[in-house]
């Protein structure tokens, strides 16, 4: 998998004014700032720093293992970094528990789909959308009126979601049962139900076919739309290149580049990362 | 085998898919029927047209006392069994907690010289299972797995020991003259006495009925959902925005609060209430009974629970070569067990998410294999 190459102040120089003039005035969403993550010897991410701002569709990519998914599980709280901290709306979030750091804005998908596979769709956007439901067991049990206010906007919000993400007939299908595409929307819909001001998705296309790529770019497209800043891991250069404002690139868990898609389509750091790794590989 | 297996597995589903798309009237009026039947069921003019199944060594009321007594513990672990998938050994402590509450503050015989009646006690009894239940589960729960299946072993055993050899706690002398519920007739005459032990069936049959209202109501909302995310994914239900911690909590605490009443209710009717009650393979038997029920299922808990008490009190006074088949209950639940695992590992009713868990890993099994 590609040369080693690493001599990273160059292309981070590189992309550091494109950065300065997409961005100007806006606003930071979340600060990446300067973390490093070891598992034992291994230097999962390498004082990687780079900053999301408001509104944006931020493409990770890297060769396969590079970091993108560690990177994801330390934004949300899954792993601690070992240096460094990260940022989100100004809070610092570092060891903030996971279910604080959702409730803050932060939603996310797996690479490796972890629905609620017994569980119907609907029930797995519901337990999204109870993310930001006041009323608990006290309520529950006597079934006050505004528990039940609530339990009927989740329903509700559950619906619209299975509908926006497109697959509204399979709402009483235990999500074990729904197609591999399926599977993948309804985990977009589950973290949109969380209310997200940020929304990861970690592969969202691996496995897909050319129609169906498309339609994910829709979708993500239509997600920016309603003011979800997007943050996408994607190995298939056309989908990200098509779809991202702005490109960060790991390798061997550091930054390489940082830039507009176009700037780092030419990066040679980035074309020597993926020489021979061909554009679609899901491995 | 197989086709064994396929016929109960069909039999079942029909008769799952005939209840859930029954009209809304029948499934009330079937339910109604239902507890009509129990409610009647202690009164001899309706037990004597049930041929075999009212008990012959026992007073039939008197049985069906107890087996209510397990119907409401199986409903309570249930939650933390079934619903939350909680590995809880020890949960015959909790009632040991809810009947030792009543005992310490009603009966002459304790130190404390309180003397409350029943009622002000049955309160604190259920607050008190509650807190130990939180005191368990608080550092225990943030662990995984097969701790907790431990450390409530081990407070099972704490409460027996406790029991057996504590001054406070009285021993094996116990506890004399515990109050009874209060309530007396037109003719001044109490309703929960010493000879009739159909009120206090009849009490705890109402209680039932209004748990598993309770419980029905939190497993069909944000808390039941909860519950399931946290036994079907944990770390994903954490990123969801579930506070894993406090909702395996609640379950604990809300089974435990069950538990504990149930123990208070045993020891308004027992009168009597010492550390041979407790035996560490009550709560083995609670939770063969959720397993044979169908975990996460409340129809099946109710059931489950229900079956065990019922087949271990038709066992007394039966001979079979000479021996009492009373003495080989735990042998034969053993037994119940292992042919379950076998043809049925998703229980009688099961939970229908339960029964495709189950169903997966019988595959993995075969794929592995
Ligand atoms: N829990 C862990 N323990 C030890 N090492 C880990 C752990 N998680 C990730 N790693 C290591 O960290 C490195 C980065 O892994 P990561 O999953 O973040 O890569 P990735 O960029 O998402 O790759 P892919 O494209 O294959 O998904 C890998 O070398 C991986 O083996
Ligand atoms: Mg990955």
């Known amino acids: 998998m590609g040369e080693t190459v690493q001599k990273p102040t160059v292309p981070e120089q590189a992309g550091a004014p494109a950065v300065e003039s997409t961005s100007a005035g806006r606003e930071p969403l979340l600060e990446v700032d300067h973390v490093t993550l070891r598992f034992g010897g291994v230097v999962a991410l390498n004082d990687v720093d780079f900053t999301l701002y408001k509104g944006e569709i931020l493409g990770l990519i890297g060769p396969n293992g590079a970091g993108k998914t560690t990177c994801f599980n330390a934004m949300t709280g899954i ?18 528990k996971k279910h604080h750091i959702t409730k803050l804005g932060m939603a996310r998908t797996f690479q490796n789909i972890r629905l609620f596979p017994e569980m ?33 906007d989740g329903l509700e919000k559950a619906e619209r979601l299975l509908d926006f993400v ?10 074990r049962n729904l197609s591999y595409g399926e599977q993948r929307r309804l985990e977009i819909a589950r973290a949109l139900a969380t209310d997200p001001v940020l929304l990861c998705l970690d592969e969202p296309a691996a496995g897909f076919n050319p129609a169906e790529k498309e339609e994910l770019l829709q979708l993500i497209r239509k997600i920016r739309d309603q003011g979800i800043t997007v943050l996408l891991i994607e190995h298939d250069m056309r989908l990200v290149m098509g779809v991202t404002d702005r490109i960060v690139v790991l390798e061997f868990g550091k930054k390489i580049a940082d830039g507009l898609p176009a700037e780092v389509r030419e990066d040679h750091r980035v074309i020597a990362a993926y020489l021979g790794v061909p554009d679609d590989d899901v491995a | ?157 704490m409460i027996r020991v406790a029991a057996t050899s504590s001054e406070f706690l009285k021993g094996q002398r116990g506890f004399n003259q515990i109050p009874h519920p209060p309530g007396s007739y037109s003719d001044g005459k109490p309703i929960f006495g010493v000879l ?21 109501n939190l497993n069909r909302s944000r808390v039941g959902r909860a519950w399931i995310s946290i036994r079907e994914d944990e770390d994903a239900a954490q990123l969801m925005g579930v506070p894993t911690f406090k909702f395996k909590l609640w379950a604990f605490a809300s089974g435990a609060a069950i538990g504990g009443l149930a123990g208070a209710l045993f020891a308004g009717k027992q009168n009597f209430v010492s550390s041979q009650n407790l035996e560490l ?10 397993i044979l029920g169908g975990s996460g299922n409340i129809v099946g808990a109710i059931v489950g629970g229900g079956l065990v008490a019922y087949l271990i009190e038709r066992f007394r006074g039966i001979e079979f070569f000479g021996v009492e088949l009373y003495e080989y209950r735990f042998m034969f639940f053993g037994l119940i067990l292992v042919v379950m695992m076998i043809f049925r590992p998703q229980g009688l009713i099961p939970n229908r998410r339960r029964a495709a868990e189950f169903k997966d890993r019988r595959k993995e099994v075969i794929v592995g294999g």
């Not at chain 2, 083995?284 to 009974?289: E, G, H, K, P, S």
Request: hydrophobic share 50%; aromatic share 12%.
């Open chain 2, 1 to 157: 085998m197989n086709s064994v297996r396929e016929w109960i597995y069909t039999g079942r589903h029909a008769v799952a898919e005939r209840w859930h798309n029954a009209p809304r009237w029948t499934r009330w009026a079937v339910i109604g029927a239902v507890i009509v039947f129990f409610y009647a069921l202690p009164n001899r003019e309706f037990y004597q047209w049930l041929g075999p199944i009212p008990t012959t060594g026992s007073n039939f009321g008197q049985v069906l006392f107890t087996i209510s007594i397990y119907v409401l513990l199986a409903v309570g672990l249930n939650i933390v069994v079934g619903f939350a998938g909680l590995l809880d050994l020890g949960y015959f402590g909790f009632f040991a907690v809810g009947a030792y509450t009543v005992a310490v503050f009603t009966s002459p015989s304790s130190d404390l010289k309180t003397l409350w009646p029943w009622l002000l006690a049955l309160p604190l009894a259920i607050a008190l299972t509650m807190v130990s239940g939180v005191f368990l589960g608080t550092p225990t729960l943030r662990l995984r797995g097969d701790y907790l299946a431990i450390v409530t072993l081990g407070f099972a055993e």
């Open chain 2, 196 to 216: 009739d032990p159909r009120p206090y069936y009849w009490l705890v049959l109402t209680v039932i009925i209004l748990v598993v209202i309770g419980v029905r």
């Open chain 1, 79 to 96: 792993y601690q970094p070992s240096e460094g901290e990260i940022r989100f709306r100004g809070q610092r979030i570092t060891g903030k």
């Open chain 1, 166 to 175: 497109g697959i509204p007939h399979r709402m009483h299908d235990a999500a």
């Open chain 2, 281 to 290: 393979l009550n709560s083995i038997i609670i939770l063969a009974a959720v």
């Open chain 1, 120 to 152: 119907t769709a609907l029930e797995n956007i519901q337990v999204g959308a109870d993310a930001h439901h006041k009323t608990s067991v006290i309520s529950a049990l006597f079934r006050l009126p505004r528990h039940r206010r609530e339990e009927r």
